[in-house]
Structures are given as C-alpha cells and as structure tokens.
C-alpha cells in the first residue's frame, strides 16, 4: 500500500473506483487461465497481481489493507472456534460433519461479528 501511495504521488494512479474494479476484474480473470493452465508460478503471479490490485482498492477507499486484513483474519479465528465449540457441544467434531452442517455453524457465528 506504501509504495502504491508513492506511485499516486506522481500521478501513476486510478482516477475512478470503477478502473479500481475493472483492474481487480482483470486480473480475477488471468488469475483463472493461468489456473486452466496449471503453471504454479504463473498462478502465484497473477494470486499476487490480484491481491496488488486488491491492496490499491482499499488505498482508493482510504482504508489500510494490512488492518482489514488481520481483522478480517480475527473474524474468520472467532467464527472458526465458535464453530468447533458448537461441534464439541453437539459432541461431534468439525472433521466430520458435512460441509453443510459446518456451513450452518459458520453462519450462526456470522451473528456474532457486530456485538
């Protein structure tokens, strides 16, 4: 985000949110081919444009990406373990349920993220 800052400095930069999106469309979609081709630094390459192009949309927005990040990681940590609570409390165990029963959980713990 630093050095996408530095490079809006000299005018190297989006001039509206919907190149920002179309940027992230872009990418999204080399992303897939270099999938369909099965190149592994090619995928890793384009994972890195996509998330690049990810990191300047919450620049554009005025947000720090690295903060969205690990609160977004925080979110995803307190669903998880709600979830295998509730399986313990069911007395099973997330391995074995059904994507579906987990999908339920992670739902139910969705609730609790704006307490």
């Known amino acids: 985000q630093k050095l996408q800052d530095r490079a809006s400095?000299?005018?190297f930069d989006f001039e509206?949110?919907?190149q920002v999106f179309e940027k992230i469309a872009?990418?999204?979609?080399e992303l897939?081919?270099?999938?369909?081709?099965g190149d592994k630094r090619y995928v890793e390459h384009e994972v890195g444009d996509l998330l690049t192009a990810v990191v300047e949309l919450a620049r554009f927005l005025k947000a720090d990406a690295e903060e969205c990040?690990?609160?977004a990681n925080d979110r995803f940590e307190k669903r998880f373990r709600y979830m295998e609570k509730k399986a313990k409390e069911m007395g099973r165990?997330?391995?074995?349920m059904t994507l579906q029963e987990?999908?339920?959980?992670w739902l139910?713990?969705?609730n609790f993220d704006y307490e």
Request: aromatic share 0%; proline share 0%; glycine share 4%.
């Open 9 to 11: 400095l000299v005018g």
């Open 32 to 37: 897939k081919e270099a999938i369909q081709k």
């Open 108 to 110: 139910e713990a969705k």
């Open 16 to 18: 509206s949110i919907e």
């Open 93 to 96: 165990e997330l391995k074995d």
């Open 26 to 29: 872009e990418e999204l979609e």
């Open 102 to 105: 987990m999908d339920k959980l």
């Open 69 to 71: 990040l690990q609160k």
